[in-house]
């Protein structure tokens, strides 16, 4: 028997990146899964089991609609919920930043995870079961200049995480977090992350020498989603190949800036 026979899973932002390799690996570990995401053209590269809804997490009504598939192929049960829209893009020095800047982050980084888990929690709830997954980072424990807002709300994403799975453990529900790091993905790839840099320096600043790929966070998953996690809740889990053991950010010696990967003044 795989993993997931026989649940039904929601994954936000599931036809690419992390998002997409969580998808795939939840279809081949037995879920029936339903994938919201912005990207058409990333949805109909999907598998056929998935269901894709078209849709931005950040509308209501998009929620609504997928959560209603995700009832519908489930006989009414929803199992697995994997809040996995974030956006990671610097808005730059906090102090040109302003009120649209943080309510564009409010809406990518945090809010759509209190849209998303309200929204399955009474079918979990009925059920007296679910696992919720939400993705944050390692920018959520550590300083990263020039995105205070950012790590801010994905710092919340773990406070939230770890509030919920007090409230909602009695119920049967789990509630856990992933935390990537240097992950090689469309929205940060492997090349514009070393910059024209020697790959080689890879083993420099991660303790397992290479960049995370995106079965490494969609194992993970599946872990937290099945049975074999059925005794942990409230964690964010460090998916980082050890930098957040290891590392730290540093002030380039010319005093342009800052860098987490030192190899230049």
């Not at 709830?125 to 997954?133: K, P, T, W």
């Not at 303790?207 to 995370?212: C, D, K, N, V, Y």
Request: some cysteine; glycine content about 12%.
């Amino acid at each position: 028997m795989a993993e997931l026979d026989g649940k039904t899973a929601i994954v936000t932002g599931g036809a690419g990146g992390i998002g997409g390799g969580i998808t795939r690996r939840f279809v081949e570990a037995g879920a029936t899964v339903v994938c919201l995401d912005v990207d058409e053209a990333a949805c109909r590269d999907l598998p056929d089991e998935v269901a894709a809804i078209v849709g931005d997490v950040r509308d209501p009504e998009a929620v609504e609609r997928v959560c209603e598939a995700a009832m519908t192929a489930g006989d009414g049960r929803i199992d697995v919920l994997v809040n996995n829209v974030g956006d990671y893009r610097p808005p730059g020095r906090f102090v040109n930043t302003g009120e649209t800047e943080w309510d564009a982050h409010f809406e990518i980084n945090l809010k759509h995870v209190f849209r998303m888990t309200r929204a399955v929690l009474p079918s979990m709830i009925d059920n007296g079961a679910g696992s919720i997954i939400s993705l944050s980072t390692v920018e959520a424990y550590r300083g990263i200049p020039h995105n205070t807002v950012y790590s801010a709300f994905k710092a919340a994403v773990v406070a939230f995480t770890r509030s919920l799975a007090v409230e909602v453990g009695g119920l049967g529900i789990r509630v856990n977090g992933i935390a990537p790091d240097l992950a090689d993905t469309p929205q940060t790839p492997a090349a514009s992350m070393l910059r024209d840099r020697d790959p080689a320096l890879i083993e420099s600043w991660v303790p397992l020498g290479r960049f995370g790929h995106v079965s490494d966070y969609a194992e993970v998953a599946l872990f937290l989603a099945s049975d074999q996690s059925r005794f942990v809740t409230g964690h964010t889990i460090p998916v980082d190949g050890g930098t957040l053991a290891a590392s730290g950010w540093y002030r380039r010696a010319s005093g342009a800036g800052w860098t987490n990967l030192p190899d230049r003044p």
